[in-house]
């Protein structure tokens, strides 16, 4: 999750954290905005091709 948080957002695991469990921060339930969930299915793809891709050798 912190890889994701640092890389595609460039914020910390516990604001990543705080939206998707949708957590108060300042006495206010947070969520992400649409760019962000886009930003967040963007990365979800591109890691599920990453890791299509990995194969392990021996």
């Not at 890389?7 to 695991?13: A, D, H, L, P, R």
């Amino acid at each position: 999750m912190s890889y994701i948080a640092k890389n595609y957002f460039n914020k910390t695991k516990s604001w990543l954290s705080q939206r998707i469990n949708g957590n108060e921060v300042n006495g206010k339930p947070v969520q992400f905005t649409p760019e962000e969930i886009d930003t967040l299915n963007g990365a979800i793809s591109d890691l599920s091709q990453k890791l299509a891709a990995f194969r392990v050798s021996l």
